[in-house]
């Protein structure tokens, strides 16, 4: 078993549309995660990263997480063609600053 | 924000030469960087954990003595391909995190590299 798991899609998503991406961890002992959107042939960017459990709200975004269940998800409203992009789950120990990333989903917004 | 800078953004070079990569943080001190490597429409895996002024932490099957990793000060790690061969080529990003233990991983642009 991967230790971060995603669908790696593609994900098809008609604009306005929410957008729902989902990744499943391992290692219970996890304690932060992280959601990086990377375009084509660019570095990953950071989109969000939530802590606690419940979830969190930034504009578009909202990341939710559970600890018990052991997944992460990201949620868009909204999306617009310039979501379109992979999507990257990542997950590190506590303390640790190692991230272990999920293989991506692939994200499409049709107009 | 935090800022990582990466230098270059893309190399070529022949078979048998090397190539060295920097990664500067430039509004933040760095005790660790990390580079990652990541193929064609795979995942980012994690090479090597840079810790300065000790020597670098390798992850299993990665070649300590190919992936050369300095880091000098808290602003600079750097990566030197040794003896390059076309397997090699790929995209290295470097990445940075603030002092503590659960702050976001900001990443380099990252560079290119083609093996001739």
């Known amino acids: 078993q991967k230790e971060v798991e995603q669908n790696s899609g593609p994900l098809s998503v008609p604009e306005g549309a929410i957008a729902s991406l989902n990744c499943t961890y391992s290692?219970?002992?996890?304690?932060?995660f992280f959601w990086y959107r990377q375009y084509s042939g660019k570095s990953p960017e950071l989109i969000m990263f939530i802590y606690s459990n419940g979830d969190k709200e930034d504009g578009r975004f909202t990341a939710q997480l559970n600890k018990a269940s052991q997944y992460v998800s990201l949620l868009i409203r909204d999306s617009q063609p310039s979501d379109s992009a992979t999507y990257l789950c990542?997950?590190?120990?506590?303390?640790?600053?190692?991230?272990?990333f999920g293989q991506g989903t692939r994200l499409t917004i049709n107009p | 924000g935090a800022v990582v800078s990466q230098h270059p953004s893309w190399v070529i070079c022949k078979s048998g030469t090397s190539v060295k990569i920097e990664c500067r943080s430039l509004d933040f001190q760095a005790t660790t960087m990390f580079w990652y490597r990541q193929f064609p429409k795979q995942s980012l895996m994690l090479m090597a954990t840079s810790n300065e002024g000790s020597k670098a932490t390798y992850e299993q099957g990665v070649e300590k003595d190919k992936f050369l990793i300095n880091h000098a000060s808290l602003t600079l790690s750097t990566l030197t391909v040794t003896s390059a061969h076309p397997e090699d080529s790929s995209f290295y990003i470097c990445?940075?995190?603030?002092?503590?233990?659960?702050?976001?991983?900001?990443f380099g642009n990252g560079t290119r590299l083609t093996v001739t």
């Open positions: 990542a997950v590190n120990a506590q303390g640790a600053q190692k991230l272990v």
């Open positions: 990445s940075a995190a603030g002092a503590a233990g659960n702050s976001p991983l900001h």
């Open positions: 290692d219970r002992g996890s304690q932060s």
